[in-house]
């Protein structure tokens, strides 16, 4: 049984700190690891992608994969208010579909 | 552009009506995603498309039937639903089924079944 497992939160972090969220997942096949930001009412939103261990960058965001370890993390830094959504990661296994975690629910006080 | 529209943005509708969602993307990618959501839930897939053929049905109850028209297009039918069907239904496309092809959804439709 492939999982993916997040801390549902909420995770509340003060404005212009750094937001840490974190996934672990049990199946070393994986191959692709995503995360994705959903607001209240929306759809999820693709923000990182990784496939290699290492740090990832994008702007504010640094995705995080350890293979070994088998997690991946996201970091926000210089959280703001518009930050606040749930976060889901999602696991992609050779040729076969996507497995999301059921979120982590962030809360950036302004 | 990776932009994945949806129609109609809310439907409502009785146990007893026929009613179709719509899904279209001109990204050129070859597989296409049904996922249902209920609220404070991840994604749950329903069907994959790939290269306009069905690719993976995870168990959906007949009441459902998707249908993928042409590489741009994929539909979803929907017949004598239950209440417990009211979800938020995304469609989501890919360039393919291979590792790292990333998913774009699209902004859902908003299903109540009365």
């Known amino acids: 049984q492939k999982e993916v497992e997040q801390n549902s939160g909420p995770l509340s972090v003060p404005e212009g700190a750094i937001a840490s969220l974190n996934c672990t997942y049990s199946?070393?096949?994986?191959?692709?690891f995503f995360w994705y930001r959903q607001y209240s009412g929306k759809s999820p939103e693709l923000i990182m992608f990784?496939?290699?261990?290492g740090d990832k960058e994008d702007g504010r965001f640094t995705a995080q994969l350890n293979k070994a370890s088998q997690y991946v993390s996201l970091l926000i830094r210089d959280s703001q208010p518009s930050d606040s959504a749930t976060y889901l990661c999602?696991?992609?296994?050779?040729?076969?579909?996507?497995?999301f975690g059921k979120g982590t629910r962030l809360h950036i006080l302004p | 552009d990776t932009e994945v529209t949806q129609t109609p943005k809310h439907l409502v509708m009785g146990m007893t009506n026929k009613k179709s969602l719509k899904c279209e993307q001109h990204?050129?990618?070859?597989?296409m995603y049904w996922y249902k959501q209920k609220a404070k839930k991840p994604p749950e897939l329903m069907f994959v498309?790939?290269?306009?053929?069905?690719?993976i049905n995870e168990s959906v109850p007949s009441r459902f039937s998707p249908e993928c028209p042409n590489s741009s297009l994929l539909n979803l039918h929907l017949h004598a639903l239950q209440p417990e069907d009211s979800a938020l239904y995304l469609c989501?496309?890919?360039?393919?089924?291979?590792?790292?092809?990333?998913?774009?959804f699209g902004p859902g439709t908003r299903l109540t079944v009365t």
């Open positions: 199946d070393r096949g994986s191959q692709s």
């Open positions: 498309y790939s290269y306009e053929k069905l690719s």
């Open positions: 989501a496309s890919s360039q393919d089924l291979t590792s790292g092809s990333m998913q774009y």
């Open positions: 999602a696991v992609m296994y050779f040729g076969d579909k996507i497995i």
């Open positions: 990784i496939y290699s261990n």
């Open positions: 990204m050129g990618h070859r597989a």
